[in-house]
């Protein structure tokens, strides 16, 4: 399709958004880029449709049918409506939880979501203002409801905005639910057949009740109180980053008996602009810069942060030098992990059925930590709906313990089903407190853990191609390394290469290939070497980019030793991005 096809196509797609069935303010928005000499913005908007996914939407909010706003969201919500009434045709009431973050026009959005549910003769359990994504999954069991909705667009910029469905079980929604819901939203063809007027009566407000059941929930996750107590005075910084943990992770810290809680000011205003950092997301060590200062000025012990739906963790330790040093995800599953395993071996209750999760671009040294302590290990696809699903299929048969992923999320119970940063920040101050007991900090754990269990360096590389022409360009990378895969990495060579988008695990020294037991295809790739790195490559299916995961694997024979191997290591890692291309 050359440019002026396309410009006549997204135009005559423009113009049905001119139609009595959109507001005045959508209408003009829409004239407006329709009369711009330039049609990018244009195009943008409109040359598809904002897709309902298997995670459900996300996008920039504004006018067009690939932007996130009152029609997408209530597209969305109507099919799902319609899947709902479909599944639970049996049930004299079918009820739902629409729950939402900070984010501009998230509250807008999760009213009119329980509004059309409630015009579809659906029971909304609407929160009464923002709540953490780990509470929504929590109160769709606690209520006994079937399916779930939260206005969330996570850490991405401040311009997003997202739309995740949730099932019965409190996960996010996997097959066959995910297709079934996605035919339901498709076949909406007309903004007339949203049913945007509510029925009140079937409306109800959730809030502190909701809360109190879920911290209580939290608090019994503690495995050692003791010593909660004994450093209740451990000098915690906790930055919300603007969003919706602002509440309920000091309260569940002080429910384990922390109490002295530094915040910093000026981030515990809730605002979807998120105006003291430029990305919301603890990932990124620019969004922990005022924690650390806070951290400096009051010789802080340890740093937390979430994110602003307060799903993933951010954590920030102290060095001997009085300097401060951001973990990564990998490094804070392993710590969360190791503690809760040695914890329950201390504790004589580790029975021999119980397990953990960790997802396929997740560091392999998870696995040694299971097997050191003889737990199993399962490996699933990356999102925590997948490690949601590995919990769903063995309940009843092996207890679940924890699981975790590269991209700082956790979740170290069951009785909800997404990642948890209120839990998982009440456990990690937990481990500080008996760390401390032991004359030890979380870098001197994590070189323990190395010790014992093999190092690994790990780093995540993004690579951003925005737009149509970016997406274009993504499928096209993924297609280069598919036909042309490396074949050394680092200077050591690619003996095993798994490609999920069709199962295929090639030995490539054998000559042999195998078919992988997964629950469905993906697209991702990974690359193992003689020595243990490991690549995955995989576009996101959120955000306009390609990932790579890269960690390279050596032995620390001592401690002593951690620092010189880490530098070895970041030059190892260096070379295998060279090879990469990145």
């Excluded at 313990?401 to 998982?424: M, N, P, Q, T, W």
Aim: net charge negative; glycine share 8%.
């Amino acid at each position: 399709m050359n440019n002026d096809e396309l410009i006549a196509q997204v135009t005559a797609k423009a113009q049905s958004w001119l139609t009595n069935g959109y507001d005045e303010e959508t209408k003009a928005e829409v004239r407006r880029m329709l009369e711009a000499e330039d049609k990018t913005e244009l195009i943008e908007c409109f040359y598809k449709d904002l897709e309902f996914g298997t995670g459900g939407l996300r996008g920039i909010m504004g006018a067009g049918s690939n932007r996130m706003n009152i029609y997408t969201v209530g597209s969305a919500t109507q099919g799902l409506a319609n899947y709902l009434k479909e599944a639970f045709k049996d049930l004299p009431q079918i009820s739902v939880v629409v729950g939402h973050d900070v984010r501009n026009n998230s509250r807008k959005f999760a009213e009119i979501v329980a509004n059309i549910f409630s015009a579809n003769g659906i029971k909304a359990y609407l929160f009464n203002d923002f709540r953490p994504t780990p509470e929504l999954s929590f109160a769709i069991r606690h209520l006994g409801c079937q399916s779930g909705v939260n206005i969330t667009a996570s850490h991405n910029p401040k311009e997003y905005n997202g739309y995740k469905a949730y099932w019965a079980d409190g996960a996010q929604i996997i097959s066959p639910h995910d297709t079934n819901i996605i035919d339901n939203v498709n076949r909406i063809q007309s903004v007339d057949e949203i049913k945007f007027n509510g029925n009140p009566d079937l409306i109800e407000i959730i809030g502190e009740a909701v809360d109190n059941a879920f911290l209580t929930e939290i608090k019994a996750l503690s495995l050692d109180p003791e010593v909660c107590r004994r450093h209740h005075d451990l000098k915690i910084v906790y930055t919300p980053i603007h969003g919706t943990g602002v509440k309920m992770i000091p309260d569940s810290l002080r429910n384990y008996g922390f109490d002295n809680i530094i915040h910093v000011p000026e981030q515990d205003i809730p605002s979807g602009d998120f105006p003291t950092v430029e990305s919301p997301n603890p990932e990124v060590p620019s969004a922990m810069a005022m924690a650390i200062a806070k951290a400096k000025e009051v010789n802080a012990d340890v740093i937390f942060a979430s994110d602003p739906d307060a799903d993933r963790i951010g954590c920030v330790v102290r060095l001997k030098n009085g300097e401060y040093q951001l973990l990564n995800g990998n490094q804070i599953v392993m710590i969360l992990l190791n503690y809760i395993m040695v914890r329950y071996r201390e504790m004589g209750r580790l029975q021999g059925n119980e397990f953990v999760v960790k997802t396929i671009v997740t560091t392999e040294t998870i696995k040694a930590i299971a097997e050191n302590n003889n737990v199993k290990m399962y490996d699933c696809y990356t999102g925590f709906k997948w490690i949601a699903s590995v919990i769903r299929d063995l309940e009843g048969r092996e207890r679940y313990i924890g699981g975790g992923e590269e991209s700082y999320g956790f979740l170290a119970e069951d009785f909800a089903r997404d990642k948890d940063a209120v839990s998982a920040v009440s456990l990690m101050a937990e481990i500080a407190a008996w760390a401390k007991d032991r004359g030890m900090d979380f870098l001197s754990m994590l070189q323990d853990i190395y010790v014992q269990n093999g190092f690994s360096l790990e780093e995540g590389i993004s690579v951003v191609r925005k737009g149509k022409s970016g997406a274009e360009e993504i499928q096209q990378m993924m297609k280069n390394f598919r036909t042309n895969p490396p074949k050394s990495l680092g200077g050591s060579p690619v003996v095993t290469i798994k490609d999920y988008a069709d199962l295929n695990m090639t030995d490539v020294v054998a000559g042999k290939v195998e078919k992988m037991d997964m629950p469905t295809t993906s697209n991702v790739l990974q690359y193992f070497t003689a020595d243990g790195t490991k690549v995955s490559v995989r576009p996101s299916g959120t955000e306009p980019k390609i990932k790579f995961y890269i960690e390279v694997h050596d032995t620390l024979p001592s401690a002593e030793q951690y620092d010189e191997l880490t530098a070895k290591s970041h030059v190892k890692m260096e070379a295998v991005k060279k090879d990469l291309g990145i």
